[in-house]
């Protein structure tokens, strides 16, 4: 897809912008504990509500409200910035594409739009309601590609500015070249490290890591609670959060959490769904959608 890689990034922050945000958002590393009465007095026990740690409906381990505080102010030893990216196995499945299903043009247009949100991007996520439910091969390609465009066009949200739709449909009507897409990168990572000097900026990007992980947590794919700190001093209806391409970070709007809540609340379910249900969709123009 790029003919040559972006030149490599590094960040600088200040440690005591670092630490100073760890101690305001009670970043702790945190364990499932099955009695309101620490094992030790110096030890501190936690109430927080189900699924903090994921585990999913089907585990004992989703109920558990109490969390023994096993390293407080800390996201662990020799550790910084502990993010969600995606999986080794999602970006080779997507390298691997066959281009009879899908083209050059309209895999960079889907990399492209909410790049700065690469993991539970609702924008991304809502496109899926437009793939068709079947695909046929037309001669060597399939008409996949063709079918989904053309839903998207018929959409609602098409010519709504803003719109993942409208936004997506302008990038595929006017394909940015490599040389453009790598400029954009370079001009959002550069915004990012600006703002990583600044004790705002490391606090916005932890307040950001701790919304995905809160995504992430409830799923029955959080296997592993104590490797993901647990900002205590956020609250628990705290607004979910995104970030910019101008480095600054945002609330997920309505659409976006709607959307969000009712994808992740069948996957840590009883009956959960890989792709999102339809319920998320209707609900992000105003019906009813499943619940966690």
């Not at 381990?61 to 407080?72: A, D, G, Q």
């Not at 439910?133 to 053309?150: F, H, N, P």
């Not at 069948?266 to 499943?290: F, M, S, V």
């Amino acid at each position: 897809m790029f003919q040559e890689p972006l030149t490599n990034f590094s960040a600088e922050f200040s440690p005591k912008d670092y630490n100073d945000a760890i101690k305001s958002l009670g970043i702790s590393l945190l364990q499932e504990w099955d009695s309101e009465m620490p094992p030790h007095p110096k030890v501190h026990v936690v109430q927080l509500p189900k699924g903090t740690l994921g585990g999913g409906k089907q585990t004992d381990s989703y109920n558990i409200t109490n969390f023994l505080k096993v390293k407080e102010n800390s996201e662990g030893d020799m550790i910084h910035f502990v993010v969600l990216q995606g999986s080794l196995e999602d970006k080779w499945g997507i390298l691997n594409l066959p281009c009879s299903l899908v083209g050059n043009t309209l895999m960079k247009c889907i990399l492209l739009l909410d790049f700065y949100n690469p993991v539970y991007s609702w924008r991304r996520g809502v496109l899926m309601q437009y793939l068709p439910s079947t695909t046929s091969l037309d001669g060597d390609k399939y008409d996949m590609e063709t079918a989904w465009i053309a839903n998207i066009r018929k959409s609602s949200h098409a010519s709504e500015a803003g719109s993942p739709e409208c936004e997506f449909l302008d990038l595929y009507q006017h394909p940015p070249s490599c040389s453009a897409i790598k400029t954009r990168f370079r001009d959002y990572l550069g915004k990012v490290n600006v703002r990583l000097k600044t004790g705002e900026g490391v606090t916005d990007f932890m307040k950001l890591a701790e919304s995905r992980r809160r995504i992430y947590r409830p799923l029955p794919l959080d296997e592993f609670g104590m490797t993901l700190p647990y900002a205590l001093c956020l609250l628990e209806d705290s607004k979910l959060i995104e970030m910019k391409e101008d480095a600054s970070v945002t609330e997920i709007p309505e659409r976006g959490l709607k959307f969000l809540n009712g994808w992740t609340g069948t996957l840590h379910g009883y009956d959960p769904h890989l792709l999102p249900p339809d319920g998320c969709y209707a609900q992000a123009r105003g019906a009813k959608c499943p619940r966690r």
